[in-house]
């Protein structure tokens, strides 16, 4: 499965909208962008995943660029809640999850 | 609907000592996982069981053994446990019949700590 690349730590205000950005140049043509976040020490949590297409869901946008190299997840209104640590994951229907460091993702109020 | 269970959720060893720690997944899913997170760091794939009946290496296999007793279950052993092996152990399932394809169920972790 592809690498991915992401900032090791990002902030964002209370309210406005968290942008986190994925680099996965070497992503194969079957391959699917997938973000988790993992809050505090809990077991990861699913949030959003997408082949190609933008995609959209009560957590979050996800906008995968038209060659794929890259993605951003977007959290429209970010809230405390939502610091975390935010993991992009590139994988093939029936691979493994690799995850790596992800981006650490503070809320400031 | 519990999801994934796992047990114990704390844990002291001793060196050399040998725990099981368990996974129980009631979710009908054929995919089971071990992860361990260490401080600071992200997951990294131990062991995984695609189907009942198959166990495969994942990055972090050494000084540890699995065991897929049944659909439900999947077992995590370490059979001398070693400093180094002080994490937080993370099952996983994922199969047919979720909403959104691949998608992976974690539990609550299980926080070992090898003295």
């Known amino acids: 499965d592809a690498k991915t690349t992401q900032p090791p730590s990002m902030d964002c205000a209370e309210g406005r909208a968290a942008n986190l950005p994925c680099n996965h140049s070497?992503?194969?043509?079957?391959?699917?962008v997938y973000w988790y976040r993992q809050i505090h020490s809990q077991g990861p949590q699913y949030i959003i995943h997408?082949?190609?297409n933008n995609e959209t869901n009560e957590m979050a946008s996800l906008i995968i660029t038209e060659d794929r190299k890259s993605s951003t997840l977007i959290l429209p209104h970010a809230t405390l809640r939502d610091t975390a640590v935010y993991y992009c994951?590139?994988?093939?229907?029936?691979?493994?999850?690799?995850f790596g460091t992800g981006t650490s993702l503070t809320v400031i109020p | 609907n519990a999801g994934v269970t796992q047990t114990p959720k704390f844990q002291v060893l001793k060196t050399g000592q040998s725990m099981t720690l368990q996974c129980a997944q009631d979710?009908?899913?054929?995919?089971m996982y071990w992860y361990r997170q260490d401080p600071g760091m992200g997951l990294r794939l131990i062991y995984y069981?695609?189907?009942?009946?198959?166990?495969d290496k994942g990055e972090v296999p050494n000084g540890y053994n699995v065991s897929r007793l049944n659909k439900r279950e999947f077992s995590l052993r370490l059979e001398s446990a070693a400093p180094s092996q002080t994490s937080v152990y993370f099952c996983?399932?994922?199969?047919?019949?979720?909403?959104?394809?691949?998608?992976?169920?974690f539990g609550e972790g299980s926080r070992l700590t090898v003295l």
């Open positions: 996983a399932s994922s199969g047919a019949g979720t909403s959104r394809v691949g998608e992976l169920f």
């Open positions: 070497t992503i194969s043509g079957n391959e699917y």
């Open positions: 997408g082949l190609k």
């Open positions: 994951i590139v994988r093939a229907t029936g691979n493994q999850f690799y």
């Open positions: 979710m009908n899913h054929n995919s």
């Open positions: 069981s695609a189907s009942e009946g198959t166990t």
